[in-house]
């Protein structure tokens, strides 16, 4: 498998503002994914990040609340817009090979977010 | 969408008794996977099940995918206070853009 650094760890912010979530792999991945998690609750699939083209956003997750950027195949980041208390969640980053036996998904130490 | 259901949501245990945690997937899958996440971590994989009817272990960890691949379960034999945390299986399927997507979890607890 391989590392993904995520930061922030976590953050406070007041609400209307944004807050960009940044995940950096030690090698290269072929895919990368976002997932929001509610404590006590199970992961939610918020977008696929494409490298170099827009991402692929889940039902109930749009481009303008979530945008996501994807520029080489080791680095993302997730922005969470106009954020309201509602957003608070912790914030996962994962890094997935395909094309070979083991296509398991590992993850950044994901970011707690708490509006305010 | 594709859904993946696990249940019990909850399991309180003895240290010792053995822990069970079932798993269903409203598609067939390619393939399924087990994660462990600790209190305040995040999730860790585990292992991979690709087979139809395929069974695996990891020392007190018995992992089972269905014949009709939709289906698996972990079955931990003689819990220990380290099994403590929420288990997810996690369900792949090729035709939906290899995304993963996770189950409900179970979180296991245990009295000393």
């Known amino acids: 498998s391989a590392v993904i650094s995520q930061k922030p760890s976590r953050d406070i912010c007041q609400r209307g503002t944004s807050l960009t979530i940044q995940c950096q792999v030690d090698?290269?991945?072929?895919?990368m994914f976002w997932y929001r998690q509610q404590p006590g609750q199970s992961l939610t699939l918020i977008a696929t990040?494409?490298?170099?083209?827009?991402?692929?956003?889940e039902s109930g997750f749009v481009i303008d609340k979530f945008p996501i950027s994807r520029p080489n195949l080791t680095f993302s980041t997730l922005t969470v817009s106009n954020m309201s208390p509602e957003d608070s969640s912790i914030y996962l980053c994962?890094?997935?090979?395909?094309?070979?036996?083991?296509?398991?998904?590992?993850f950044g130490q994901g970011t707690r977010l708490t509006v305010v | 969408g594709q859904q993946v259901m696990q249940i019990p949501q909850y399991q309180h245990v003895q240290e010792g008794e053995d822990f069970t945690t079932y798993c269903n997937s409203s598609t067939t899958l390619s393939n399924i996977q087990w994660y462990k996440q600790r209190p305040g971590g995040h999730p860790v994989f585990l292992i991979q099940?690709?087979?139809?009817?395929e069974v695996k272990k990891q020392k007190r960890l018995t992992f089972q995918f269905g014949e009709a691949k939709k289906n698996s379960s972990l079955h931990i034999t003689a819990t220990q206070t380290t099994d403590v945390g929420t288990y997810f299986c996690?369900?792949?399927?090729?035709?939906?853009?290899?995304?993963?997507?996770f189950g409900s979890g179970t979180r296991l607890s245990i009295r000393p």
């Open positions: 994962s890094g997935q090979r395909t094309g070979g036996l083991n296509t398991e998904a590992f």
């Open positions: 090698s290269q991945v072929t895919m």
């Open positions: 099940l690709v087979k139809s009817g």
């Open positions: 990040a494409n490298q170099g083209s827009e991402a692929t956003y």
């Open positions: 996690a369900g792949l399927n090729y035709s939906s853009a290899s995304k993963i997507i």
